[in-house]
């Protein structure tokens, strides 16, 4: 499709658990993922797992393209 303008943030793996909060699908990073070269997965918003891939309840497991690099979605957050 079209290409987007998106933002995004980096987060280390123990954001989630600080926040209390865990993936509605998937999962979200482990300590393995949170070190350089090994950063190629993301957690995508509900709102924008809706908005832009359309609430594809198969998106975990699928590489995305963000900032010209492939990326595997691991989970969407609630």
Known sequence: GDAQRLT???ASANLF????????RGRVF?????Q???DAVVVLSH????????????IVGRSVE???RRR??????P
């Open 8 to 10: 995004g943030a980096r």
């Open 17 to 24: 658990s600080v926040l209390g909060v865990n993936a509605a």
């Open 30 to 34: 482990t300590a393995d993922e949170d």
């Open 36 to 38: 350089p070269e090994r």
């Open 47 to 58: 709102g924008l797992w809706t908005r832009v891939f359309g609430a594809d309840p198969a």
């Open 66 to 68: 963000f900032s010209g």
């Open 72 to 77: 595997e979605v691991i989970g969407v957050m």
